[in-house]
């Protein structure tokens, strides 16, 4: 019997060196307050990311950064398949059309004049990190512009793009936009300098800003070696259309408004 009790100290003095161990109500115990909730189902996942972004992300950047994102994936892995692409340029767009959406509900706008002016708002944007006025824009800004451009056209597919709107939030801006941005608005159909023209009321600041601007793009550019062939292409297509619509008395007649034609005219008689 004492060989019993004395072994049963022994063994209470062992256990009291080695670490307690706990109940299985112990164990269990934290775990009730770390479990995880279950994930959301795919559909509420998206609007749950479509509410934060509407609340968080500037519109503006959203439209740049969604198209940028992928544009610089693709262009920096060789590896990545046409298909891989077009299905994240895809998702891309889904998600910013829903973000449209989700805004213009909160705002009560018209979803293609919310588009229309994040637009113009992101072109202003990246116009104005240059000190001065130039005709051309910098490599870093035609990137971007490029990748706004895109996010434009698939707007403007989905119906989810106002021209006119965009035409006349561009012309309200203190500073017209340069000749290159007008080029390649026109060039990609976003929106025609015809349309841009009759959008501004004041007939005689729209000659002076595009005379002024083919001056400056006929006298060259400080990077013209690097830009020359965009230059000449610019000049060319702008030309053509102020002559076919100022030099063609059948302008004036078939023309939505007069005001157009009359600009080409007195534009290219102050360039003769």
Known sequence: MSSDVSNLA????CSADAPQRKTLSQLLGP?????????LPAHGLKDAVIRFMSRHQNL?????????SVSRHSSSSCTVSCDDQETKAAAGDSLIASVLQEQALQ???PVGLLSARASAEKIHQILSVVSRRTVMLSSAQRSKFTCL??????????????RLQFSQEICKAKEQPILEIVWRLQK???????ELVQSNPDAAAVVH???????DLCLGTEDQQ?????????LSDIVTVLVRNGFQESSFAESKSPQFPQVCFTILDRML
Not at 60 to 68: R, T
């Open 10 to 13: 022994s063994y209470q003095s």
């Open 31 to 39: 775990r009730t307050h770390r479990q995880r909730q279950r994930p």
């Open 60 to 68: 503006g950047d959203l439209l740049l950064e969604v198209n940028g």
């Open 107 to 109: 705002m009560d706008l």
């Open 149 to 162: 451009l895109q996010t434009m056209q698939d707007l403007q597919s989905s119906n989810m793009f106002s």
């Open 188 to 194: 990609e159909n976003i929106v025609s300098l015809e």
């Open 209 to 215: 800003w595009l005379f002024k601007d083919l001056c």
């Open 226 to 234: 690097q830009n020359s062939n965009i230059q000449r292409q610019i």
